[in-house]
């Protein structure tokens, strides 16, 4: 099958310091950095005191509860040695507006004046240098909180920034008010590329859906946005030298040179690199749109709105071609500063390269084999003019062939053996196959994912070219409404898998931080959460959304391409605004039902047991006011189907409860009926599927034995 979607889901299966004088500083900070070499790790578990408490996501490398509390108080003064424009400046006046945002307190510092060191000042930050937006800086940190000072320190202000962001995180409650717990985090990455991947090509992501969301990586200590910016849908980018490339083939939905400069500036801000990824040699209609000169056939050509793999393809035999991508790659290269430039690779259809006799002699004259060849040549001749300009190239997996020079990275998305074949050859590769977030599946699934798994074959010296791994929020199915619903928090478990050691690994453990660190996105502006509600009553055209919410919390969209083969057919026109659209990827609230479930099973415990019943009832009574709902709204007539099928489980699961109560075996007869019923459920519906399913057919099973 050639469809993209379908080939992709094929594959799928983280001291004081009122320094006077040099000397006294080296020597303090010798000392704190010894007081932290007797730290041990700490591994994440339920039999951990104390560690449960801290909500860190991505959790640090090693972490040590001291005890105590420092209480924040109106005279909370932040200080250090930076200048306004420097990074860390505006980075701690991001950090005292959120601290003053969530605690209510009117601190007394004027903080966006400067922040100079004096006896006034309580938690004092250092850093020794400016980082390098490079692969492989040192963004480690180091964090001590005492009951009278906070102290964070980096060799650069990348690590300052993420230490920033874990004193955020631990910030805590209690009837007296706020505080930060007393402790001692030492902390530094695990891979040093941790990325997430924004398609603005397939929807269109205005500039403040970038921004919020670099925000939100930055929260997570994610620091590569790798940004889609042209497909077969969309060239989304300004070009000064060739301007019919955005005019004519964006639908006037592009990012002005300016916008652009802003948010790599942002980004730098927030110690992310801006990797831009042009697709070529396929994906690319938008292009040939503009230019069909350039194509493998002579065109005209449309902009794609179906999705999938379409035929239009760069004509590689001509050298046309490469005088377009010198200027167009110069132009480029100067906007986007990232030492690498991604050239995409992917699933390059070769129908009009045979259908093209010119193209076909182009082979034969110059003894190229096949199509794969053909491609191993354009790539050669762009990795020449990308070399010209200064940068490293990195593309999908299929860029590998043999003789590319060592310094490229292979970002592997058709399976982790690619990863491991490139660096059984010496080239440095990133994973993102298993890290698809646009296939809705759960955090769990994408968490225990990991780049380097523990029963790796790889030498030492063959791990250190694993540099990392990019979550991809591919942009079919999502819009600027929906798309932080994809992203988030899902992709905060991911950021985890990236940083912290690779031990930290407790799946419930993270759910149970992923809860917290959802709320603190939004802060960031993210509104994964909020705009669930305010889809809903759009739905309803009404304010009683709360049957709706009800079936919202246990529905999910239907995993991987399933989207695509229910029977709507879906491009970039549909519309994404139905009620599977405004389900969460994942159903917390599934999750903590499953648990219950077994918790029952175990114990058979009458409280239990009612609490179980009370959810079956409240699914069962919210059947009637999505009736009611869908009765003056056409568009939410597909979820009573959905809502009924909830209504049959709850009643399945009413009467399970009430047999193992009873601790009577069921009739044959009816447990073979109820099992019919199950599978009927089980069916997706609206593009939907109920997530508390699993836990049903946990009750039901237990009947059998
Ligand atoms: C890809 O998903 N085609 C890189």
Request: aromatic share 12%; hydrophobic share 40%.
């Amino acid at each position: 099958m050639l469809s993209s979607e379908i080939s992709k889901a094929g594959f799928f299966p983280g001291a004081r310091f009122f320094v006077k004088s040099r000397v006294y500083y080296s020597v303090i900070l010798a000392l704190f950095m010894f007081s932290f070499s007797s730290i041990l790790p700490v591994s994440l578990r339920a039999d951990q005191p104390g560690a449960l408490n801290l909500n860190l996501m991505p959790y640090p490398a090693r972490v040590n509860l001291t005890g105590g509390e420092f209480r924040l108080t109106e005279k909370f003064y932040v200080g250090g040695h930076v200048k306004p424009d420097h990074r860390v400046f505006k980075a701690a006046c991001r950090f005292m507006s959120r601290l003053a945002a969530r605690t209510g307190l009117f601190f007394e510092q004027d903080y966006l004046a400067g922040q100079p060191v004096n006896d006034q000042t309580v938690f004092l930050y250092h850093f020794e240098r400016p980082g390098q937006l490079v692969p492989g800086e040192d963004e480690s940190y180091l964090l001590e909180i005492n009951p009278e000072k906070i102290e964070l320190k980096a060799k650069t202000d990348l690590g300052l920034l993420h230490g920033l962001e874990t004193l955020l995180q631990v910030l805590s409650a209690d009837s007296a008010g706020y505080y930060f717990p007393c402790l001692q985090i030492e902390d530094s990455p695990r891979f040093t590329w941790r990325g997430l991947l924004i398609d603005s090509s397939r929807h269109f992501m205005p500039v403040e859906v970038i921004k919020r969301n670099l925000l939100a990586m930055s929260a997570v200590k994610l620091n590569v946005l790798h940004w889609h910016l042209s497909d077969d849908q969309g060239f989304r980018v300004e070009s000064k030298s060739f301007p019919r490339l955005h005019q004519l083939g964006s639908d006037g939905l592009y990012y002005r040179q300016a916008e652009i400069i802003d948010i790599i500036q942002l980004a730098s801000d927030l110690g992310i690199r801006v990797v831009p990824e042009f697709d070529l040699p396929g994906h690319s209609t938008s292009w040939l749109v503009a230019y069909p000169e350039y194509g493998s056939l002579p065109g005209p050509y449309q902009l794609e709105r179906k999705f999938g793999v379409s035929s239009p393809v760069f004509n590689p035999a001509e050298e046309k071609t490469y005088k377009f991508f010198d200027r167009f790659l110069k132009e480029m290269t100067f906007l986007f500063p990232d030492p690498y430039f991604h050239l995409g690779g992917d699933e390059v259809e070769p129908k009009h390269w045979k259908e093209n006799p010119e193209i076909q002699k182009f082979m034969k004259k110059n003894k190229i084999s096949d199509e794969a060849g053909l491609q191993a040549y354009f790539n050669r001749r762009l990795l020449q003019l990308l070399t010209k300009y200064h940068k490293k190239m990195i593309g999908w997996d299929e860029i590998y062939q043999p003789g590319l020079p060592k310094n490229i990275v292979i970002q592997s998305w058709r399976g982790q053996q690619a990863l491991v074949d490139g660096a059984k050859k010496g080239y440095q590769g990133i994973l993102s196959n298993g890290y698809y977030i646009d296939l809705v599946e759960s955090a769990e699934r994408h968490y225990l994912n990991d780049p380097l798994p523990s029963d790796s074959l790889l030498t030492p010296e063959e791990k250190k070219l694993i540099l990392g791994g990019e979550a991809t929020m591919w942009a079919e199915l999502v819009t600027p409404e929906t798309v932080d619903s994809r992203l988030w928090p899902r992709s905060a478990a991911i950021a985890e898998r990236f940083w912290s050691p690779k031990e930290i690994r407790d799946v419930d453990d993270m759910y149970k931080r992923l809860r917290i660190i959802s709320l603190s996105l939004e802060e960031n502006g993210i509104n994964h959460l909020k705009n669930q509600p305010m889809m809903l009553r759009r739905l309803a055209q009404s304010y009683e959304i709360g049957g709706l919410e009800v079936l919202a919390r246990v529905a999910e969209p239907v995993k991987g391409y399933a989207r695509h083969s229910q029977g709507k057919t879906y491009n970039s026109l549909a519309p994404l605004t139905r009620f599977v659209d405004a389900c969460f990827p994942e159903s917390l609230e599934a999750r903590d039902f499953r648990q219950k479930v077994e918790k029952f099973i175990g114990n058979r415990d009458l409280r239990q047991a009612e609490e179980i019943k009370g959810c079956f009832r409240l699914w069962q009574e919210n059947h009637q006011k999505i009736v009611r709902l869908a009765n003056f709204s056409p568009i939410l007539k597909e979820t009573v189907p959905l809502s009924a099928s909830l209504l049959t489980l709850s009643q399945i699961g009413v009467e399970a409860v009430d047999l193992l109560m009873k601790g009577k075996p069921a009739e044959p007869s009816w447990l073979e009926e109820k099992f019919k019923q199950l599978e009927e459920a089980r069916k997706s519906v609206a593009e939907c599927q109920l997530a508390i399913w699993p836990g049903v057919k946990a009750l039901l099973d237990c009947l059998k034995k």
